[in-house]
């Protein structure tokens, strides 16, 4: 047996009890024939864990995002019972990409969770457009594995674990031969539809209880436009309620709906008006759209070293952000991603920037506006 294959057991006999009784978990036993590439949909910070469940005895290297790393001791531990890939959030992928390639030839099973970003809303978003095109150079099975259950366990804004189910289990198995008779599109488009999930479709269906305390606090980490009202920042979750201070009120439920359901019945509603809302808002800019204090801005070079530029008032301007001091153009922006719900990271050039929150503050309307604009 190999030390790879030892530390896997290893990893897998000291978590699955607590991951199987903390989530519920329904894990399928899987057994690849031999190397493979795994795709799987992306729910929670936890998904590397539950996921792994399901492999007894196939040591999988995790697609990870670099800011675990950053982490000494730890980031240590876990390089060496698991040896993840790092990927830089909103910088090129070409270096993953690559280094997938080189594991996957020398024999090694890889994950990815392709969506690039878990779900805030609850549902399953398209996974990055050149999954496939990987997915067909890699010569080896495409698998496709999808978490259910997942979100509404532990959504996203919240972070605070609701006892329900989460069932995790293989969707599609694809050998190369098949997948180079394909195009890289079309592989993409094959592999969107085995990893779509609507956590509240399927609610509707099998209405399990996720129960918890105060199952609506943080969601304002998340969502940031009241529904009924259309106002910025006025939203707020106390206890199990959703309130503004227009005097809308909504019970989040131990189903994840709300009650009454208007003006939205699910978050993934309120994505939908949200979203509306937040692009006519930045159409209309003229000014600053919104700010907020105790910021800290770094610098991550090589080696994921981490240099702090400053702390202060975060800025989103039409056509900048600034920061301690620092400006950065919007049009200057490559690309932007969150880590969690707390953590903003971009890149300009060959710069990667990382904007961090120690509070329950929303840098996502920060992300939500870049795209926006970005994109117009």
């Known amino acids: 047996m190999s030390d790879r294959k030892r530390r896997w057991k290893l990893l897998r006999r000291l978590l699955r009890g607590f991951i199987t009784r903390r989530f519920h ?6 057994i690849p024939p031999g190397p493979c590439l795994i795709i799987a949909n992306h729910v929670t910070n936890w998904d590397p864990l539950l996921l792994a469940m399901s492999f007894p005895e196939t040591p999988i290297r995790f697609v990870a995002s ?7 001791l730890v980031s240590k531990l876990l390089d060496w019972l698991a040896a993840p890939i790092p990927r830089k959030k909103a910088a090129s992928g070409a270096d993953t990409v690559m280094t997938v390639l080189r594991a996957l030839k020398a024999g090694d099973t890889v994950c990815i969770f392709a969506e ?15 999954t496939g095109k990987l997915a067909r150079m890699a010569g080896v099975p495409l698998l496709t594995y999808r978490l259910e259950g997942g979100y509404l366990s532990m959504p996203r804004w919240s972070g605070k674990l609701r006892r329900g189910k989460v069932r995790g289990h293989q969707i599609g198995f694809y050998p190369p031969e098949d997948l ?17 999930e609507d956590a509240f479709a399927r609610q509707r269906i099998e209405h399990v209880a996720y129960r918890a305390e105060k199952r609506a606090e943080g969601i304002e980490r998340g969502f940031f436009i009241c529904p009924q009202c259309g106002e910025l920042g006025h939203t707020l979750g106390v206890g199990n309620y959703v309130l503004c201070a227009c005097g809308m009120r909504l019970f989040y439920t131990e189903e994840g709906f709300f009650d009454p359901a208007a003006p939205v019945e699910t978050v993934a509603a309120w994505e939908s008006v949200q979203q509306e809302a937040l692009r006519k808002l930045c159409e209309g800019a003229q000014d600053a759209l919104f700010s907020d204090p105790d910021m800290r801005l770094r610098e991550i070079g090589a080696g994921h070293r981490q240099k702090t530029l ?8 039409p056509d900048a952000i600034t920061l301690a001091g620092q400006r950065f153009a919007l049009s200057d922006i490559d690309s932007m991603a969150m880590v969690k719900a707390h953590i903003l990271l971009f890149s300009v050039g060959d710069h990667y920037y990382e904007i961090r929150t120690e509070s329950d503050r929303c840098l996502r309307k920060y992300l939500m506006a870049w795209q926006i604009i970005k994109n117009d």
């Open 25 to 30: 978990l329904e894990a399928e036993r899987l």
């Open 116 to 130: 690039g970003d878990a779900a805030w809303d609850g549902l399953t978003h398209p996974v990055f457009p050149a």
């Open 66 to 72: 670099e800011h675990i790393f950053r982490h000494g």
């Open 310 to 317: 400053g702390r202060g008032t975060l800025t989103m301007l």
């Open 180 to 196: 180079k008779s394909l195009k890289g599109p079309e592989i993409t488009a094959m592999i969107d539809r085995d990893l779509y």
